[in-house]
Nanobody
Framework: VQLQASGGGLVQAGGSLRLSCALS????????IGWFRQAPGKEREGVSC?????????????YYADSVKGRFTISRDNAKNIVYLQMNSLKPEDTAVYYC???????????????WGQGTQVTVSS
């Protein structure tokens, strides 16, 4: 399994970005995909996750960290093998490198995931 994150960039506060996480080497429908972020000098933290479409107790269930609830939306397109993270009302404190990751079909925000994509930088200016 390989993951590739993309879509980061520079945006003003209040703006929006959409991140993409493309999975290759297997079928996305069997995997939960999580988004994590790491700001300079801070620990990596879980942002959002969507459970798998097949094999999990609750298919396609989204999870969000409290800090992004109501602003971020996670979704998946199994036909394209891509998970999206729509980020609206961005704040300077959302600035970080964003990573996608998977560790099976259930969501968790444990940073010890089995597979990681490379990071994509999100910078929100004030």
């Amino acid at each position: 399994v390989q993951l590739q994150a993309s879509g980061g960039g520079l945006v003003q506060a209040g703006g929006s970005l959409r991140l993409s996480c493309a999975l290759s080497g297997s079928a996305l429908e069997y995997y939960a995909i999580g988004w994590f972020r790491q700001a300079p000098g801070k620990e990596r933290e879980g942002v959002s996750c969507i459970s798998s479409s097949r094999g999990s107790t609750e298919s396609d269930r989204p999870y969000y960290a409290d800090s992004v609830k109501g602003r971020f939306t996670i979704s998946r397109d199994n036909a394209k093998n891509i998970v999206y993270l729509q980020m609206n009302s961005l704040k300077p404190e959302d600035t970080a490198v964003y990573y996608c990751a998977t560790d099976g079909n259930q969501c968790d925000f444990d940073v010890h995931q089995g597979y990681w994509g490379q990071g994509t930088q999100v910078t929100v200016s004030s």
